[in-house]
C-alpha cells in the first residue's frame, strides 16, 4: 500500500525564490548557450576582492587557521570592526556587541529572529531588498508593506511610517544606502523616523551594507548614532561584500544592543556556528591594512560614479523612461509604467527580444519600475541601453 508524501512544511510551501537570483540565473543560462546577453540583474561589484584581502586568507590558511573560531567571530576582527565604528562615527561599542555572521543576509535574518515572534509585524518599506518580506515570514511575523515612490525619493516618511503602526508592530526595517533604488536618507530624515519608532516602542534594523558606496556628497548615517534611545533599540548590519568586492566571502557584520547581540550570537551558535575561519583574516586585513583598502575602494566609486551618471542620462533620453539619480550604491530604478505593460512582462519581452537582463519593480514591491545595476562593464552598459531604447521605441 503505497500513500503519498507528507506535505512539506510551512516554512518551506511559503518562501518565494529571490527574484534577482532567478533573472541572473536566467540570463547566465542564456550566456552559456551562446547568446549575448547585457545583464543589468547581479547585485554584486564587477571587481576583484583587493590582493591584500586575499593574500592575508590565503596567509591564515597556509598557516593553518582551519579549525573552529568563535561563533560571534575572531576576537581581532570583532575589535576592529568596534574600532571602525569609533572612527568613521564617533560610536563607542564594545568588541561584545560585535557579531560576524556568514553573509548579510543571514545577519539581517537574525536581527528579526532576535527581536520578532509569531503574530508580530514588521514594517517594510517598499521598494524593498527582496529577501526582507521573506525573512519576517520566516520568523513567523507578519511583513507590512508601505510604499514610498520616486514621488518622495523611494524614502519612508513619518507620516506614513506612524500609518502603519498597529498594537502587533515589533520592528521597522532601514536600508540606506538602498537596494535597489539607491537612495540616501538625510541624517535629519532618520532623526525624524527614529522619533517614531522610539514613541511606539519599536525595534529597527538598519542595514547599511551599502554605507561606503555614496556620491555627489551624500554622507552615510549609522542610525545606531542618533540618540540614545535609538542606540538602545537598533540592531546595524553592515558586512563586507559591497564595499570591498568580497560577496562570495559571506562576511556579514551585527552590532546591536548587549542583550540582543548576546541572543544573535545564541541563535548563529545553532544554526551555522562560526563564519569561515581563514576567511575572517582576510576581513581583518581588509581593516587593518587601511590604505590600501581605501585605494582599492577610491578606484571602484570612481568607475561606479561614472557608470552612474552615463547610465542616468541614457535612460532619462529614452521617451517614456523617468529615473532619479540616486546617490548611493550601484542601482537605478527608472520608472517604466508609461508603456502600458506590466514590469513584469516588460522584463520578460526585454530579455527575450533584446537579451537584456533586468529586474522588474515588483520583485521590490514597487511595480511600474526597473531594477538596473551599473556594477558592470561600460560597454555593457551602453549597449544595454541602445536595445532597451529601441525595444521601448517598439511598444
Known sequence: MSSSPAPLSTWARNISPSPTLAVDAKAKALQAAGEDVCGFAAGEPDFDTPQHIKDACAAALASGKTKYAPTPGIEPLRAAIAARYLAEYGWKVAASQVIVSPGGKFSCYLGVLATCSPGDEVIVPAPFWVSYPEMVKL???????????????????????????TPRTRLVILNSPSNPTGAVYRREELVALVEVAVRHNLYILSDEMYEHLVYDGARPTCVATLSPEAEARTIVVAG??????????????????????????ELQSQMTSNVTTFAQYGALAALQEKEK??????????????????LHASLNAIPGITCLLAEGAFYLFPNISSFGLSDQEFCARLLDQEKVAAVPGSAFGAPGYLRLSYA????????????????????
Open 376 to 395: 558592470t562593464s561600460d560597454a555593457i552598459i551602453a549597449k544595454g541601453v541602445e536595445r532597451l531604447a529601441r525595444f521601448c521605441r517598439g511598444l
Open 240 to 265: 563586507f561584500s559591497k564595499s570591498y568586492a568580497m560577496t562570495g566571502w559571506r562576511l556579514g557584520t551585527t552590532v546591536a544592543p548587549a542583550p540582543i547581540a548576546k541572543a544573535i550570537s
Open 293 to 310: 583598502t581605501a585605494a582599492a575602494l577610491s578606484v571602484m566609486m570612481a568607475a561606479f560614479d561614472r557608470r552612474r551618471r552615463s
Open 139 to 165: 520568523a513567523g511575523a507578519t511583513p507590512r508593506i508601505v510604499l514610498a515612490d520616486d514621488r518622495t525619493g523611494f524614502k519612508l516618511t513619518p507620516a506614513a511610517l506612524e500609518a502603519a503602526i
